[in-house]
T-cell receptor
Framework: DQQVKQNSPSLSVQEGRISILNCDYTNSMFDYFLWYKKYPAEGPTFLISISSIKDKNEDGRFTVFLNKSAKHLSLHIVPSQPGDSAVYFCAATARFGNEKLTFGTGTRLTIIP | GAGVSQSPSNKVTEKGKDVELRCDPISGHTALYWYRQSLGQGLEFLIYFQGNSAPDKSGLPSDRFSAERTGGSVSTLTIQRTQQEDSAVYLC?????????????FGSGTRLTVV
């Protein structure tokens, strides 16, 4: 049972344009969400997160939006840069209890110069 | 060290052999996690250590998998009688609780290939 879903395995975006990566979840206990970026042969690196008490969190070129009623979150990157080309993983956790991260399958983002 | 260190970075082993994967977390991080990423898959949770509490082993796929964390620091993931489906990148992460949320730092992983 895939509790965190990233339905787009890949996405190509022109440099300078906006990249939008989507993520859906099914577990209503999740109340904290994170985005990780992964380059080949490296571990995932934390990018941005959002708590369920918010619907938007912004950090520089990166903004994460959370729609709790739809159980949907998205990552916006603007403007997109060639260095943003990587695999992006969405992750979710319940703050109390296990606290392990549940990851999606990832979206490979390619920025076209 | 400055980051989470994993060794070896690559391991090729014959089917049926045992392997040990090592993780050195960031000093002071109380929680340590093992995940694996199989080809074309997301990160699959394996096991979680938190301080002196009993580990959460709910993600271990079979009894051939075990892990320990000695002295609250270094962790070893052991896979006995390896099978080809064990081939994956095994990632370790340690956690620092930051205000308002959680921060996980991942190592670069061990790429395990069972031939």
């Amino acid at each position: 049972d895939q509790q965190v879903k990233q339905n787009s395995p890949s996405l190509s975006v022109q440099e300078g344009r906006i990249s939008i990566l989507n993520c859906d979840y099914t577990n209503s206990m999740f109340d904290y969400f994170l985005w990780y970026k992964k380059y080949p042969a490296e571990g995932p690196t934390f990018l941005i997160s959002i708590s369920s008490i918010k619907d938007k969190n912004e950090d520089g070129r990166f903004t994460v939006f959370l729609n709790k009623s739809a159980k949907h979150l998205s990552l916006h990157i603007v403007p997109s840069q060639p260095g943003d080309s990587a695999v992006y993983f969405c992750a979710a956790t319940a703050r109390f209890g296990n606290e392990k991260l549940t990851f999606g399958t990832g979206t490979r983002l390619t920025i076209i110069p | 060290g400055a980051g989470v260190s994993q060794s070896p970075s690559n391991k090729v082993t014959e089917k049926g052999k045992d392997v040990e994967l090592r993780c050195d977390p960031i000093s002071g991080h109380t929680a340590l996690y093992w995940y694996r990423q199989s080809l074309g898959q997301g990160l699959e949770f394996l096991i979680y250590f938190q301080g002196n509490s009993a580990p959460d082993k709910s993600g271990l796929p079979s009894d051939r998998f075990s892990a320990e964390r000695t002295g609250g620091s270094v962790s070893t993931l052991t896979i006995q009688r390896t099978q080809q489906e064990d081939s994956a990148v095994y990632l370790c992460a340690s956690r620092l609780q930051i205000q308002g949320g959680y921060g996980y730092t991942f190592g670069s992983g061990t790429r395990l290939t069972v031939v």
